[in-house]
Structure formats: structure tokens, C-alpha cells
């Protein structure tokens, strides 16, 4: 293996971590969110600064690989992928700490009633699926898989549009739900960018591996390639 | 235009036409003097004439036994002398070539060339066989030799020069001193051209009379004895050639075969040796 | 330092009166593979050349200041001892026409009169064209001579009889420029093997070549050392304005 290559495939791995330990992440926010588990909260703050870290060294990789090697095709494609990937993995990573917040900074627990009237859960368990699922398309390289992506952010972005009016019910149910409320309303957003950054997730991955570029399009159109194919 | 090109064209089929003509041409003196000879001389030649040495005037047969074996000594003799010496200046003079020493003695050797045998045979009369009381095989090959060095000099020198300075960096890189690169890298590539230059040099003082006239001069009988006189082919064909002889001219004849041969063969063997040997570079 | 294996202090060369490298101080540890890069006419390959002592070999040149090899000067050593063990390649491969592939790799040995058993000479012929990654390539040819290889094989045979005189240190003068890309690529690939027991110094014009083969970088212009840092560094964010210019192409 030339140098090149090993250099890519050390950044395939880092990525590949970073995308563990987002996914972690995430699902303890959940837990410490349905749980109301203020420690396991904190937990995901603390690791907030690994993920950090992790996006600083991938950028650096990513310099340093450009600047050592001028890579071109699908190498070149793959780092531009990588430098977005690693961008969007970092938001998510975000947005699970925003989450624990949340948690941290909520007196109340969350109302089991209310988190299924607005399918909240179910909207946690897709989005953090859809995750995993860029994952394997990453690793595995399967632009199918990748593609199946747009509709299933789709989903998301239904629960997220029905989501004002099923809040609205709740708090004219019982004011004093309201904090609790507002922050189920803010989760639920969050999780809608989850799904937004997964698929911006997607999109690179597509553009590496055809060279197609589906920014900007409709979700689940197959649209013009790059450069001729 | 037309016509001017139709003239051109005209021109040049001239041209072309008269360069291969005199490339024909210039076939014609080797190709006349060639089978003359060969006419003249080859009924001459059998073994009984590379035998015997002369008969006395008068008698049939004899030969030139003689004569060959006094070529043989005086060119290996003088090869001894002129090869190592022609070597190693030409090595000088292609390892320092912007030196004043290499200037100057470029430009001896240079006139060397041009100094006619003649001239030579007279000075080493005056230095070999003068002061040593006689004529001598030595002298000969001294005068000889002489004739020799310019050539061997400068085509040690042209066939080192042609060769890469990379192989000498190659050599030197490696730790190797200054006299082996020479002697075991430079000198071992360049063999086929300091080869042909020798044997060149060779085929160009068999022939020569000149200086053998004033140093060899001759010899009716078959020596080996290099302090004293001795013969060679060309002198034997001057010495027949101009005799009242009949017979000594038959022998002039076929002692001219026999040297053409020498000749023929050592510039047919230098150019298949050349081609065999030479190093690919 | 223990790790350095070649130091240049104060090192000037000069071609007559023309000063062509000016005032060199750089250090270089063992296994290490450093690249010199500089526009024509730097002065890199006048560098280089005074490491070994072939600088002295062009009439009239002369040079100035101490270069240690191990601590020690090597112009206080004798020269034909320097560059004995000092391996060099150059530019344009020079096998010995007149050797066999055999020959030629231990051509350091025979050339200098050394004697070697013909079971030591074997094995030193395996080990060297294993190293230079020709072994499999020419192993039932090795009597053949060695400028029927092509050019990519030839620079490695090249490579091979440096190695097998066992230097510290190889120098490379530009060891790629006459050869093709993949030809360019199979001997880039050797310096990345040969880093575990040689120490490299490359002088090269190929600033990409630079930047993918070497740990740290020599940047030379109009014979001074400019600077000279991690690859990694000069090639991501230089210190000299110069350095910056030379690498984004700014001028030639």
C-alpha cells in the first residue's frame, strides 16, 4: 500500500470513530432524557470535548493529506467528502449535548404521555437509526443505502411539522406543562437538524463515491452528474 | 513558382545523382590496385615462399620467410614500446584536456603525424645506428613506434572522451582511486575504440619503408638477432621491385599480395572486433 | 546530539570565484529521509555533492567549513575513504556497461580490490537487489549485462550497488527526473523502505515528490539554506515568505 493509501485509511478509521462516538452520544442523551438521568446527562456534556477534539484532528488530517500528497479523483472527492462529514458528525455531536442540557438544566421529568402524543420517541429512535445507517453506507461504501436516507428524513420532517399544533393541545391541556413542553418542542427541532445533517451526511457520501452531486436537489431525485460520467 | 519548382527538382536529382556517382568512383583505384595485385602475386604464393628465404639471383624459388619473420619482430617491438606509452598520454590527454601541458603536447603529436617516415628513418640513423656503430632491428622498431604513437594517442584519447562522464561520477562514487577508475572502468569500456586504434596503427607501419631504409635496412638471411639488420616485407618488395631480376620481381609480387593481405585483413578484423566488442553505452 | 549522523557547519562552496552555496548549517539524524528542493542553479545539488566529496572533483572548484560525518570532518578524512562510505545515485542511471548485473552490484567491492568470496558475494548480490526491490525482477539474468534493464531497473541496479557497500548514508541526486511515473513511483516506494537502515538525503526539483517522501525538508534558494523543518510544516504553513512563494508556485 503506497503511503497515500495508508493515510486514508487511517482517515476512514478516525472518521469511522468519531461517528462511534457520536452515535454513543446520542443514544445516552436519549436515555438520560427518558430516564431523567441528570449523571448520565453530565456524561455526554463532559464527552462533548472528545468530539471537539476529534473534529480538530480530522481537519488537521485532512491539511496535512492535501498539502503531502495532492490527491486526485476519487481521493480528492473522498477528503472533500470527509471535511463536510466530519463537520456535520461535529454538529450532531452538538445537538446531543444540547439535549443533556436539557436534561441537566429541566426540574421536571419529561411526561411519558406527552413524549408519545408527539412521537418524540419514535422521531429519537429514527433519527439515531438513520445515523448508524450513514455509518454503514460509509463504511461499506453502498450509495443505496445512502439514498434511502433522504425519504426516511422525510419521516422526520413530517413529526417535526405536526409537532406546533400537538404542543399548542398539550400546554392549552395544563399550563403547567409548559417549560416541560417548550423543551419537548426544542428537542423535537433538534432532531429534525439531526436528520438534516444526516443527509447532508448522505450527499457527501454520494458525491464521493459517483461524483454526483445531489446538494440543493429534491430529496430522493437522482440528478446530473459532476462531470461527464 | 511551377517552374521554378521543376528546376529545383531537376537540381536535385543532379545532385544525388552525382554524389552516388562518385561514391562509385572513389571504389575504383582500391578495386584496380586490389586485383592487380592479386593477379600479379597470388601464383607467387605457396607455402615453399613463406618458407625460404631468398635464392640468389639467378635461381627459381625462394621466398620471404625472412622478411615476415623480421615484420613480426620490429611491429611486436614496436607495439611494445608505442602502445603503453600512446595509452597513457591519450589517457592524459582526454582526463586534462584544458591543460597547457595538454595543448602543447596535442599539438606534438599532431605534427608527429605529419613528419614524413622519411624523416624519421634519417634522425633515428642519427641517433641508434650512428652511435651504435650499425644497423639493427631495434632501431627500426624505435622508428617505427614512433610512427605508431600519434595514432594510438589521439584514439585512445577520442574513445575515452566519447565516453559519459557518468560512469567515471559512477566509479569515483563508490570510493574507487583515481588509477583504477581509469584502469579498470574507463579503459575496459573504451576497449573497442583503443583496440581499433591500435590495430589501425598497426596496418599503418607495416607497410612503411622509409624508415626502415635508414634503421632495419635489410637482410638476405633469415635472423632474429635484433642488434643487427633485418628484414621486413616492404622492404623486400623495394629491394625486388628495383632489382634486374626477373625472379626477385615475382617474389616483389607476391610479397605485395601478402602485405595487401596483412593490411586488408587487420582493417577487416578492426571494424568486426569494433562491432563485436563495442560496450552499449 | 547521539541520533545525528551528518552535520554541516558553516559550509561554503564555491565554483572559482562564484559562491555558489553560502554559510550551510543543518543537522540530520540517523534513518531519517530529508529532502532538498530549491529552484535551478540553488545551489542543492553543489550541497550535496560536498557531502561526499565529488564537489572537489570539478577543476576549480573549492569549498570552505566543516561537514561531520559521525562527529568526524570529512575533509579532514581521506576523500577516496568518504565517498567509500558515502553511497551516492545519480541523475541519470549509470550502470558500468561492460559488468554483468551481478557485477555491477558488487562492482564497490572488485573495482577496489577487495577480496570476497564467491559465497559472500552471493549472498551481499541477493540481499542488495532485495533491498532495491529488483531481486524477483532479475534473479535468472544476473550474468546479462546491465543496460538491457529498462530505466526504472536500471536506477535501481544503481541503487543496489550503492547499498551494497553497507553505507550509513546514501545521497540521491535527483534520481527520478529521467525516469518515467511508474518507474518514478516503484524507487519512491524503495525510499520508504530503505528509511528502517539507510539515512536518505534526496535532492530533488519535484517539490511533490518532496512532500511525499521525506520526514523533514531542505528548502535552498540562490545557495542559501532558507529552511529547513518537518515536512508536515513546510508544506502546510512554511516561516519564510520564500519558502511560500517556491511551494504555491509564485516563481520558478
Known sequence: MTPLENELTALKAELASMWIL??????KAKEAMVQYDKDLAREVLIKEKRVNSFELKIDRDCENIFALHCPVAIDLRFLLAALKINTNLERIGDIAAGIALYVVESSVNFDVAALEKTSL??????AINILMDTRTAFEKEDTVLARSIFKRDDVLDAINDNSPNIIAEIIKADINSLPEALYILSIIRKLERVGDQAKNIAEEIIFYIEAKILKHHESGNMQTPKEGE | MDQRIGIRNTKSVLFKGLIIFFAFVITIPLIIVLLYIIKQGITQVNWHFLTHVPAPPG????????????????????SIVAVP??????????????????????????????VPSIVVGIVMYFWLVKPFGGFSAIAGSVALAIMMLPIIIRSTEQTLKLLPDSLKEAALSLGVPYHRVILKVLVPCGFAGILSGITLSIARIIGETAPLLFTALGNNYFSTNITGQMESLPHVIFTYATSPYDDWHDLAWGASFILLLFVLTLNIVTKLLTRKWKIQL | MENTIVKAENYNSYFGDNHVVKDVNISINKNEVIAVMG???????????????MHELIPGA???GKILLDGENVYDMNAIYVRYKIGMVFQRPNPFPNLSIYENVVAGYMLNGLKVSKADKDVIVERSLTSAALWKEVKDSLHKKGTFLSGGQQQRLC????????????????PTSALDPISTSSVEALFHELKANYTLIIVTHNMQQAARVSDRTAFFYMGELVEFDDTKQMFTNPHDQRTQNYITGRFS
Open chain 3, 159 to 174: 541503487i543496489a550497488r550503492a547499498i551494497a557497500m553497507q553505507p550509513e548514508l546514501i545521497l540521491f541526486d535527483e
Open chain 1, 22 to 27: 457520536v452515535q454513543s452520544q446520542l443514544n
Open chain 2, 59 to 78: 635461381e627459381k624459388g625462394g621466398g620471404i620467410a625472412n622478411a615476415l619473420m623480421g615484420s613480426l619482430i620490429m611491429v611486436v617491438m614496436a
Open chain 3, 62 to 64: 573549492t569549498s570552505k
Open chain 3, 39 to 53: 529552484p535551478s542553479g540553488c545551489g542543492k545539488t553543489t550541497f550535496l555533492r560536498g557531502i561526499n566529496r
Open chain 2, 85 to 114: 606509452i600512446g595509452m597513457l598520454a591519450g589517457i592524459y590527454l582526454s582526463e586534462n584536456p584544458r591543460t597547457k601541458l595538454a595543448y602543447y603536447s596535442g599539438l606534438c603529436v599532431d605534427i608527429l603525424q605529419g
Open chain 1, 121 to 126: 420517541i419514535r422521531m429519537y429512535d429514527e
